[in-house]
């Protein structure tokens, strides 16, 4: 996701009043030798962040550091976000993508530990000597995802990283192990304290007398930050006789009113910023004076941090910006709401934008955006870091806010609980009804009716689309209508309705270049059998590649799968395992994708029974079903047994078969809208091959004659076509050759095999026979040219596990680990062989993977060693 860059930069070490500690460094660095995790715990004003960047800035050159600032707000996610930006620079060997990492670890439980430890591992093996992780303001993580993550890190972190964990109070982690394993080094406000000698050495500096250097420790106690102020204000001012926060405050209040009234201001206006730079200074309306006012805040020693060089930018002490954030509130309340207000049209980062609008009193505006960037947030925060977003407001203005209820229906929406994100978005349509608000109440109508669709409650979907004319309305609001009226149609069974409205869908999407838009839209399996639909979705999946471009991410793992199934249906299963292949190995890459893994079990299943491995296709169902994701509901459910039943059917097993009838029947008592006017009897075709199985000849052909005389409504994943090829079998059975090419025929006219891929070795028996005059040369020769692309997927493929390590290795890949072998780093290769550094790191894990390798160390050497033995340059 967007981050402010400085979350993951150290700060600058800076000459200022504090004067070097030897003796306090040399114990932090001593702790960073020989203890696996440093925990600095003080209040606020010790100087955790100055004493940690005086000991990095000592570090080797060796010595990798990833550093974390850490904010009010920080979770998990966040955290792992900054994590990976912060370990870029080292090029671990990610094994599974760090978008995928984050996506998993949301899912939480024992997820959680999955992801900590395939972070351990790949920092493990980072080609770094030495590597420290600091963890800045970490008492922020306050979730318990955030602990349970930090603690997995504490018990199994290895021997080449250090943990550094900078807060104001202990966190709530289990260190009373690594405490009395001697792991754990503690430093507190004692040890950060000055003690009276260095109070002594820096009142000497400032000019003061010996005695007023006692009274000067006796009134700060060692605080760092009250010494600063109270030395600031030596010079004839009367101070108070002990310094606290309290009284920081108020101290740092007089220094402020003794400032020139250029800076003072420019101080109060600008605090609303978590960093500031003279670009973003300007932008919040400053004048051409930020530089010189910045320049003179560092020269003051303002408490202030510098964080970047270029541009110049600072980060105010936190004491010291909550201060002048209040004074700015007591005595410009007005302006300080618009400077917030400012300052979030300038923040890219979604949680401090958010914070900033809350803070400004603006909730509306700030659900409003949530709403607007909804789709994009998702991408970066994934949908429960969306959802997470909508719990920082008030309670009871989420209630009343259609925009939230929105945001919460779209993020329950990708976690697939339909039910959930359809109520919200019915709380949504309610109340942009009472706002007036109708073209907030049409989308929301328009989105909820898609929800309803999923759900099954087709009549109630049929009630809110008839409202809606998608070629009245534009934008998103039409695509998103058109989508409702397509899953409609296919799911009520009107099946022939389905082409042509996605078709005019495809076309509007053609239009909109944003991949959330593509992404709600993709095609499922059930949709892609659907009569008309194998050039629309070559269509749809064309234009899906194009705004894809090179990225990699799940909608392309979505894309891929959808367009495998496509290809299948079209009669070309190699191709289409081919693909599925790619679209496996983007979701092995990119984590964990629920609807690609549903869809691609469904589709392997497929293959094998083409191979003719039935017990492993029944397997794969089986899974398919037991993996049923709950938010799908009975609707889904009756859809999954379905898909079972019918290769129970497929591969003759009558008693799966039969228990699967029976499942169905059970799970459709509660579906009144699976009898609709075009879907009157759903288990017709399955209940004939069940009568043809069980050897009731002449109740099976009834039952497919009655079946076919229904037509389109019968046609889920193409039964239809499945059904004709198994009546014309029987009929030929039974010395019925016209009957049986009068049964065929209608399958031959369309222009792929569609359901008759269920039924593969008989489509095979229909190919070879001698049809003479009965079927026409058109027919023929499409039945044999199906015939003929399919016979090689009736053979077992070859393992990948018989090739060499040689033969695994794609061109592109071993060019990339000749970079590798070369010393460069992922930027290098990215920038040498014009590709995305994403890509790079995918081509990394795939190379470790396919040589079962640990590191790019590893990678190299075996690289070198294969160019011993073989021409320079060459992989064969």
Partial sequence: MALAHTKTRAPRPRAGLLLPRPALLARVKHALDTRRVLLICAPAGYGKTALLTQALADASTETAIAWVALDEGDDLGRLLDCLFAAFEPYDPPWRVAPEGLRDAALRGGAEIVTVADAMLNALEACEVQHGLIVLDDAHHLADPASQQFLDRWLARMGERWRLVLAVRHEPPLRLARLRASGELADLGPAELALAPEEVEQLAQAAGLEEAAAVGLYERCQGWPAGLRLALGMSQGQRLPAAIDRATFDYLAAEVLDRLEPGLRGF????????????????????????????????????????????????????????????????????????????????????????????????????????????????????????LDL???????????????????????????????????????????????DEAGLRAARGHRSILLIAQGRLKEAEALLSDLDPFALSGELRRVTLLGRTWHAMESCRFDAVAPLFDALVTELLNATTLETWYICSPPPRQISCVGMAPVADRWYRGAMQVLGNRLLPFGVNAHTAQAWNLFWQGRPEESRQLLDRAEADAAWLGRIVIARNQGQALHAMFELIAGRHDEAMALMRLRVAEQVPGYGAWGGWHAHFSLARMAAATGNREALAEALERLARIGADLPDLVMPHRPRPLLG???????????????????????????????????????????????????????????????????????????PRLLQMAGEDWGELLDGAELARLRGWAEAVRPATRIAVDTQTQSPDERLSQREAEVIAQIAAGASNKHIARALDLSPHTVKRHVANILDKLVLNSRGEAAAWWRDRQASTRPGTLG
Avoid at 357 to 383: C, F, H
């Fill in 267 to 386: 101080l109060l206006r600008t605090s609303v910023l978590h960093e500031l730079d003279a670009a973003r200074c300007q932008a919040l309306g400053e004048d051409m004076h930020a530089a010189q006012w910045l320049a003179e805040m560092e020269r003051l020693s303002l408490f202030v941090t510098v964080v970047d060089l270029a541009p110049h930018t600072l980060r105010l002490h936190q004491l010291f910006r909550d201060m002048l954030q209040q004074r700015l509130r007591q005595e410009q309340p007005e302006r300080h709401r618009l400077q917030l207000e400012r300052a979030a049209t300038l923040e890219t980062d979604a949680l401090r934008r958010q914070s900033l609008l809350l803070a400004a009193g603006r909730p509306d505006r700030a659900a409003e955006l949530l709403l607007d960037d909804g789709a994009l947030l998702m991408n970066q925060l994934g949908a429960q870091g969306l």
């Fill in 686 to 760: 399955l209940q004939a091959q069940l009568a043809a199985l069980q050897g009731r000849r002449d109740e099976a052909i009834a039952a497919w004659r009655g079946f076919l005389a229904d037509g389109e409504g019968g046609d889920l994943l193409g039964q239809l076509a499945e059904a004709r090829v198994l009546l014309a079998a029987v009929l030929l059975e039974g010395g019925d050759r016209a009957g049986a090419a009068g049964a065929l025929a209608p399958a031959l006219a369309r222009r792929e095999p569609g359901g008759l891929m269920w039924a593969v």
């Fill in 390 to 436: 909508t719990k920082r407001f008030d309670p009871a203005f989420a209630e009343s806010s259609p925009e939230l209820h929105r945001v919460k229906a779209l993020s329950l929406w990708v976690l697939w609980e339909a039910q959930q994100a359809e109520w919200h978005q019915s709380r949504a349509e309610a109340l942009f009804e009472a706002r007036g």
